[in-house]
C-alpha cells in the first residue's frame, strides 16, 4: 500500500506527514493541552510512518494525514482512518482542526476526500465515526457525510457509520 499519500481538494492538501512536520506534530498532537517535544513528536511521526506500512487494500491498520490550507501552505489540523482495535468491524473516521479554523468546511472537505480515497484507494466497504453527544458541530459533518446514526456507544456518544455502497447519499 503507498506510504506517502497526497489527497488534493479545491482548498485543502490531505498528506501523509514526514519528519519535516516535527513542529507541527509538537504544536498540535494534543490539540486541546500543551504542545509536545521535537524528540516525542518525532517519535509520533515515525509510529505513524509504521503504521501507513501496515496498511492493505481493504484492510487498513491506522492511516493520519495533515490538513494543510492549499493557497497558504499552513497546516490545520488532522484526518485520518483508526482500526488500532482490530476487534471492531471497520475503521473510525477523525478530524481534528485547530479551533480558528471551525465552522469554514474544512473538516468536511477533508473528510469527504479521505472516505472517496477510503473506499476507492484503499478498498475498504464500511467506515464508523463518533463524537462527543456535545459536540454538534462534529455530529453534523458525519450527518452531511452521509453517514447514517447507528446508536449510543457504551460511553453514551452518537456511532455513526458509512458503507461503500450508499450511493445516492454521499458525493463518492
Avoid at 501523509?16 to 490539540?31: I, P
Avoid at 472516505?115 to 456535545?134: C, Q, R, W
Avoid at 453517514?147 to 450511493?167: H, R, W
Amino acid at each position: 500500500m503507498k506510504t506517502n499519500i497526497l489527497i488534493q481538494t479545491k482548498r485543502l492538501i490531505l498528506r501523509t506527514v514526514t519528519l519535516a512536520d516535527r513542529e507541527h506534530v509538537a504544536s498540535s498532537w494534543k490539540l486541546d493541552a500543551e504542545p509536545i517535544s521535537l524528540n516525542e513528536a518525532e517519535q509520533k511521526i515515525l509510529w505513524m510512518q509504521a503504521n501507513h506500512e501496515k496498511n492493505l487494500p481493504g484492510k487498513i491498520f491506522h492511516l493520519c494525514l495533515s490538513i494543510i490550507i492549499k493557497d497558504t501552505n499552513e497546516f490545520i489540523g488532522w484526518c485520518g482512518l483508526d482500526h488500532l482495535d482490530q476487534e471492531k468491524t471497520d475503521p473510525a473516521l477523525f478530524y481534528l482542526l485547530k479551533a480558528k479554523f471551525w465552522g469554514k468546511g474544512y473538516a468536511t472537505e477533508a473528510a469527504t476526500a479521505l472516505l472517496k480515497y477510503a473506499f476507492t484507494e484503499m478498498n475498504l466497504v464500511s467506515i464508523h465515526g463518533s463524537a462527543d453527544p456535545e459536540n454538534h458541530a462534529s455530529i453534523r459533518i458525519m450527518e452531511n457525510l452521509g453517514m447514517q446514526f447507528m446508536g449510543l456507544a457504551k460511553n453514551g456518544c452518537p456511532v455513526y457509520s458509512i458503507t461503500k455502497e450508499a450511493d445516492g447519499i454521499n458525493p463518492f
